[in-house]
């Protein structure tokens, strides 16, 4: 089955439409840029200590960094609008391997405008230049030995309606580019540059005031992922042409949002998914050939938060379908719970720990990893504008493809001082 003459342009022509009707709505309001604005900048310096600064089983590389952090933050609210403009740069110095170096940072765009009382129009858009240790770290659970630097583009616009004291429904569509400095080659990191297309239509009803909302959410998901046959040096003589794999999932899910009291909640939603998914192999004879996917599998995730008089506790389950850069989608379950606790006034503790399994969606995949996490800090408010922080860190990483584990400890002390002024 071939996405791309169908989904993939039908995707990139609607969300460029619904893009481009969303600013012209919000840059022809006025109101949009009227209003209060209140300025938050902030700045941090830490000082951190790895002992394995690229999460590798072997010749582990252990260095002292010093981070520097400045960012701002600003909000523009008026009676039918809400706009968040933000920034951060994350420059990191290590003291041994200075080849690491890197400047990181990350740019954010929000609007919400109510041109009525049942209607909103929304879009956020961000920039993120990082790498791959951290990132992908986070939001795949997979471990990356071979480091390279990253790109993200993101970029969402919606619609809500409220067709009734207790009925809503919304619109929602979102688009997401992610870059690598290195193309797509064989061994152990596959890095992939891909593109993600994203739509959803939901329906929720308010059962009881504030208490308990039900509702409904189907929606549909298009990844293309980019392999360069001619960059792969083994290969290279194979053709000199662009393949692209891709996996598309249609999904149709509900669930409850509930408040038993004001110290308790639980959200909940489960469903199910199709994946279709198009991708090429190169046979030991050097050779391509086309596989094409189709499986069933089931989402879902439970969360619960108790609230208490000096904190909180959470925990959360979850299982869903992700991109990754290395050219496949991940089916990932994820399971974490965090402890918040304030001893005393100025002085805070937080406990949270997470595991999670990261396997190839695809039949003919090759990806099985097991990710775990745990961090305990403690937070001092030594002014009122400024705090100190100690946090000591444990990453764990196991992949069951090759059986190769690794191990990570991080320690850092953070002092951060923010002001906040209403223009």
Not at 138 to 162: C, I, M, N
Not at 172 to 199: C, K, Q, T
Not at 383 to 412: G, I, N, P
Request: hydrophobic share 30%.
């Amino acid at each position: 089955m071939n996405f791309k003459p169908i989904t993939s342009c039908f995707f990139k022509r609607k969300l460029h439409l619904l893009a481009f009707l969303v600013l012209i709505i919000l840059l022809g309001e006025t109101s949009v840029f009227s209003g209060e604005i209140k300025v938050r900048p902030a700045f941090s310096v830490r000082g951190t200590y790895d002992d394995n600064i690229n999460f590798t089983q072997r010749n582990k590389i252990d260095d002292y960094i010093t981070t520097i952090i400045p960012s701002l933050d600003l909000t523009r609210v008026s009676e039918k609008s809400r706009m968040e403009i933000g920034g951060s740069v994350n420059v990191k110095r290590y003291s041994k391997k200075q080849r690491f170096n890197k400047t990181n940072q990350h740019y954010n765009l929000a609007f919400d405008y109510i041109p009525s009382p049942l209607f909103t129009i929304n879009a956020d858009g961000s920039f993120t230049l990082d790498t791959t240790t951290e990132s992908e770290l986070e939001e795949t659970g997979l471990r990356y030995e071979h480091t390279v630097d990253r790109k993200a583009y993101r970029f969402q616009p919606g619609f809500a309606w409220s067709l009734s004291e207790v009925d809503s429904l919304s619109l929602n569509a979102g688009y997401s580019r992610v870059e690598y400095d290195e193309p797509f080659y064989l061994g152990y990191d596959n890095y992939s540059d891909y593109d993600s297309y994203n739509g959803a239509l939901s329906w929720s009803h308010a059962l009881s005031k504030d208490v308990a909302t039900f509702f409904v959410n189907g929606g549909y998901s298009m990844t293309s992922y980019e392999r360069d046959f001619y960059k792969e040096a083994f290969y290279k003589e194979i053709s000199n042409e662009t393949k692209t794999d891709k996996t598309g999932s249609y999904s149709l899910y509900s669930g409850f949002n509930f408040s038993f009291s004001p110290k308790w909640s639980l959200n909940l939603w489960a469903g199910a998914r199709r994946t279709i998914s198009d991708y090429y192999q190169i046979k030991p004879d050097k050779t391509k050939k086309e596989w094409t996917d189709r499986n069933w599998g089931g989402i879902g995730n439970i969360s619960i938060r108790r609230s208490f008089e000096r904190g909180y506790i959470s925990a959360e389950l979850s299982k869903d379908i992700i991109p990754s850069g290395r050219g496949e989608t991940l089916e990932r379950d994820l399971a974490g719970i965090r402890i918040n606790y304030g001893f005393t006034k100025r002085l805070n503790g937080a406990l949270s720990g997470s595991w999670s399994s990261s396997e190839s969606e695809r039949d003919h995949g090759t990806i099985d990893e097991d990710y775990y996490s745990f961090t305990s800090s403690l937070t001092y408010q030594v002014l009122d504008k400024t705090t100190a922080e100690l946090s000591y860190s444990r990453y764990q990483s196991k992949d069951h493809s090759d059986f190769s584990k690794a191990r990570r400890d991080v320690v850092f002390i953070q002092i951060t001082t923010h002001l906040e002024k209403l223009l």
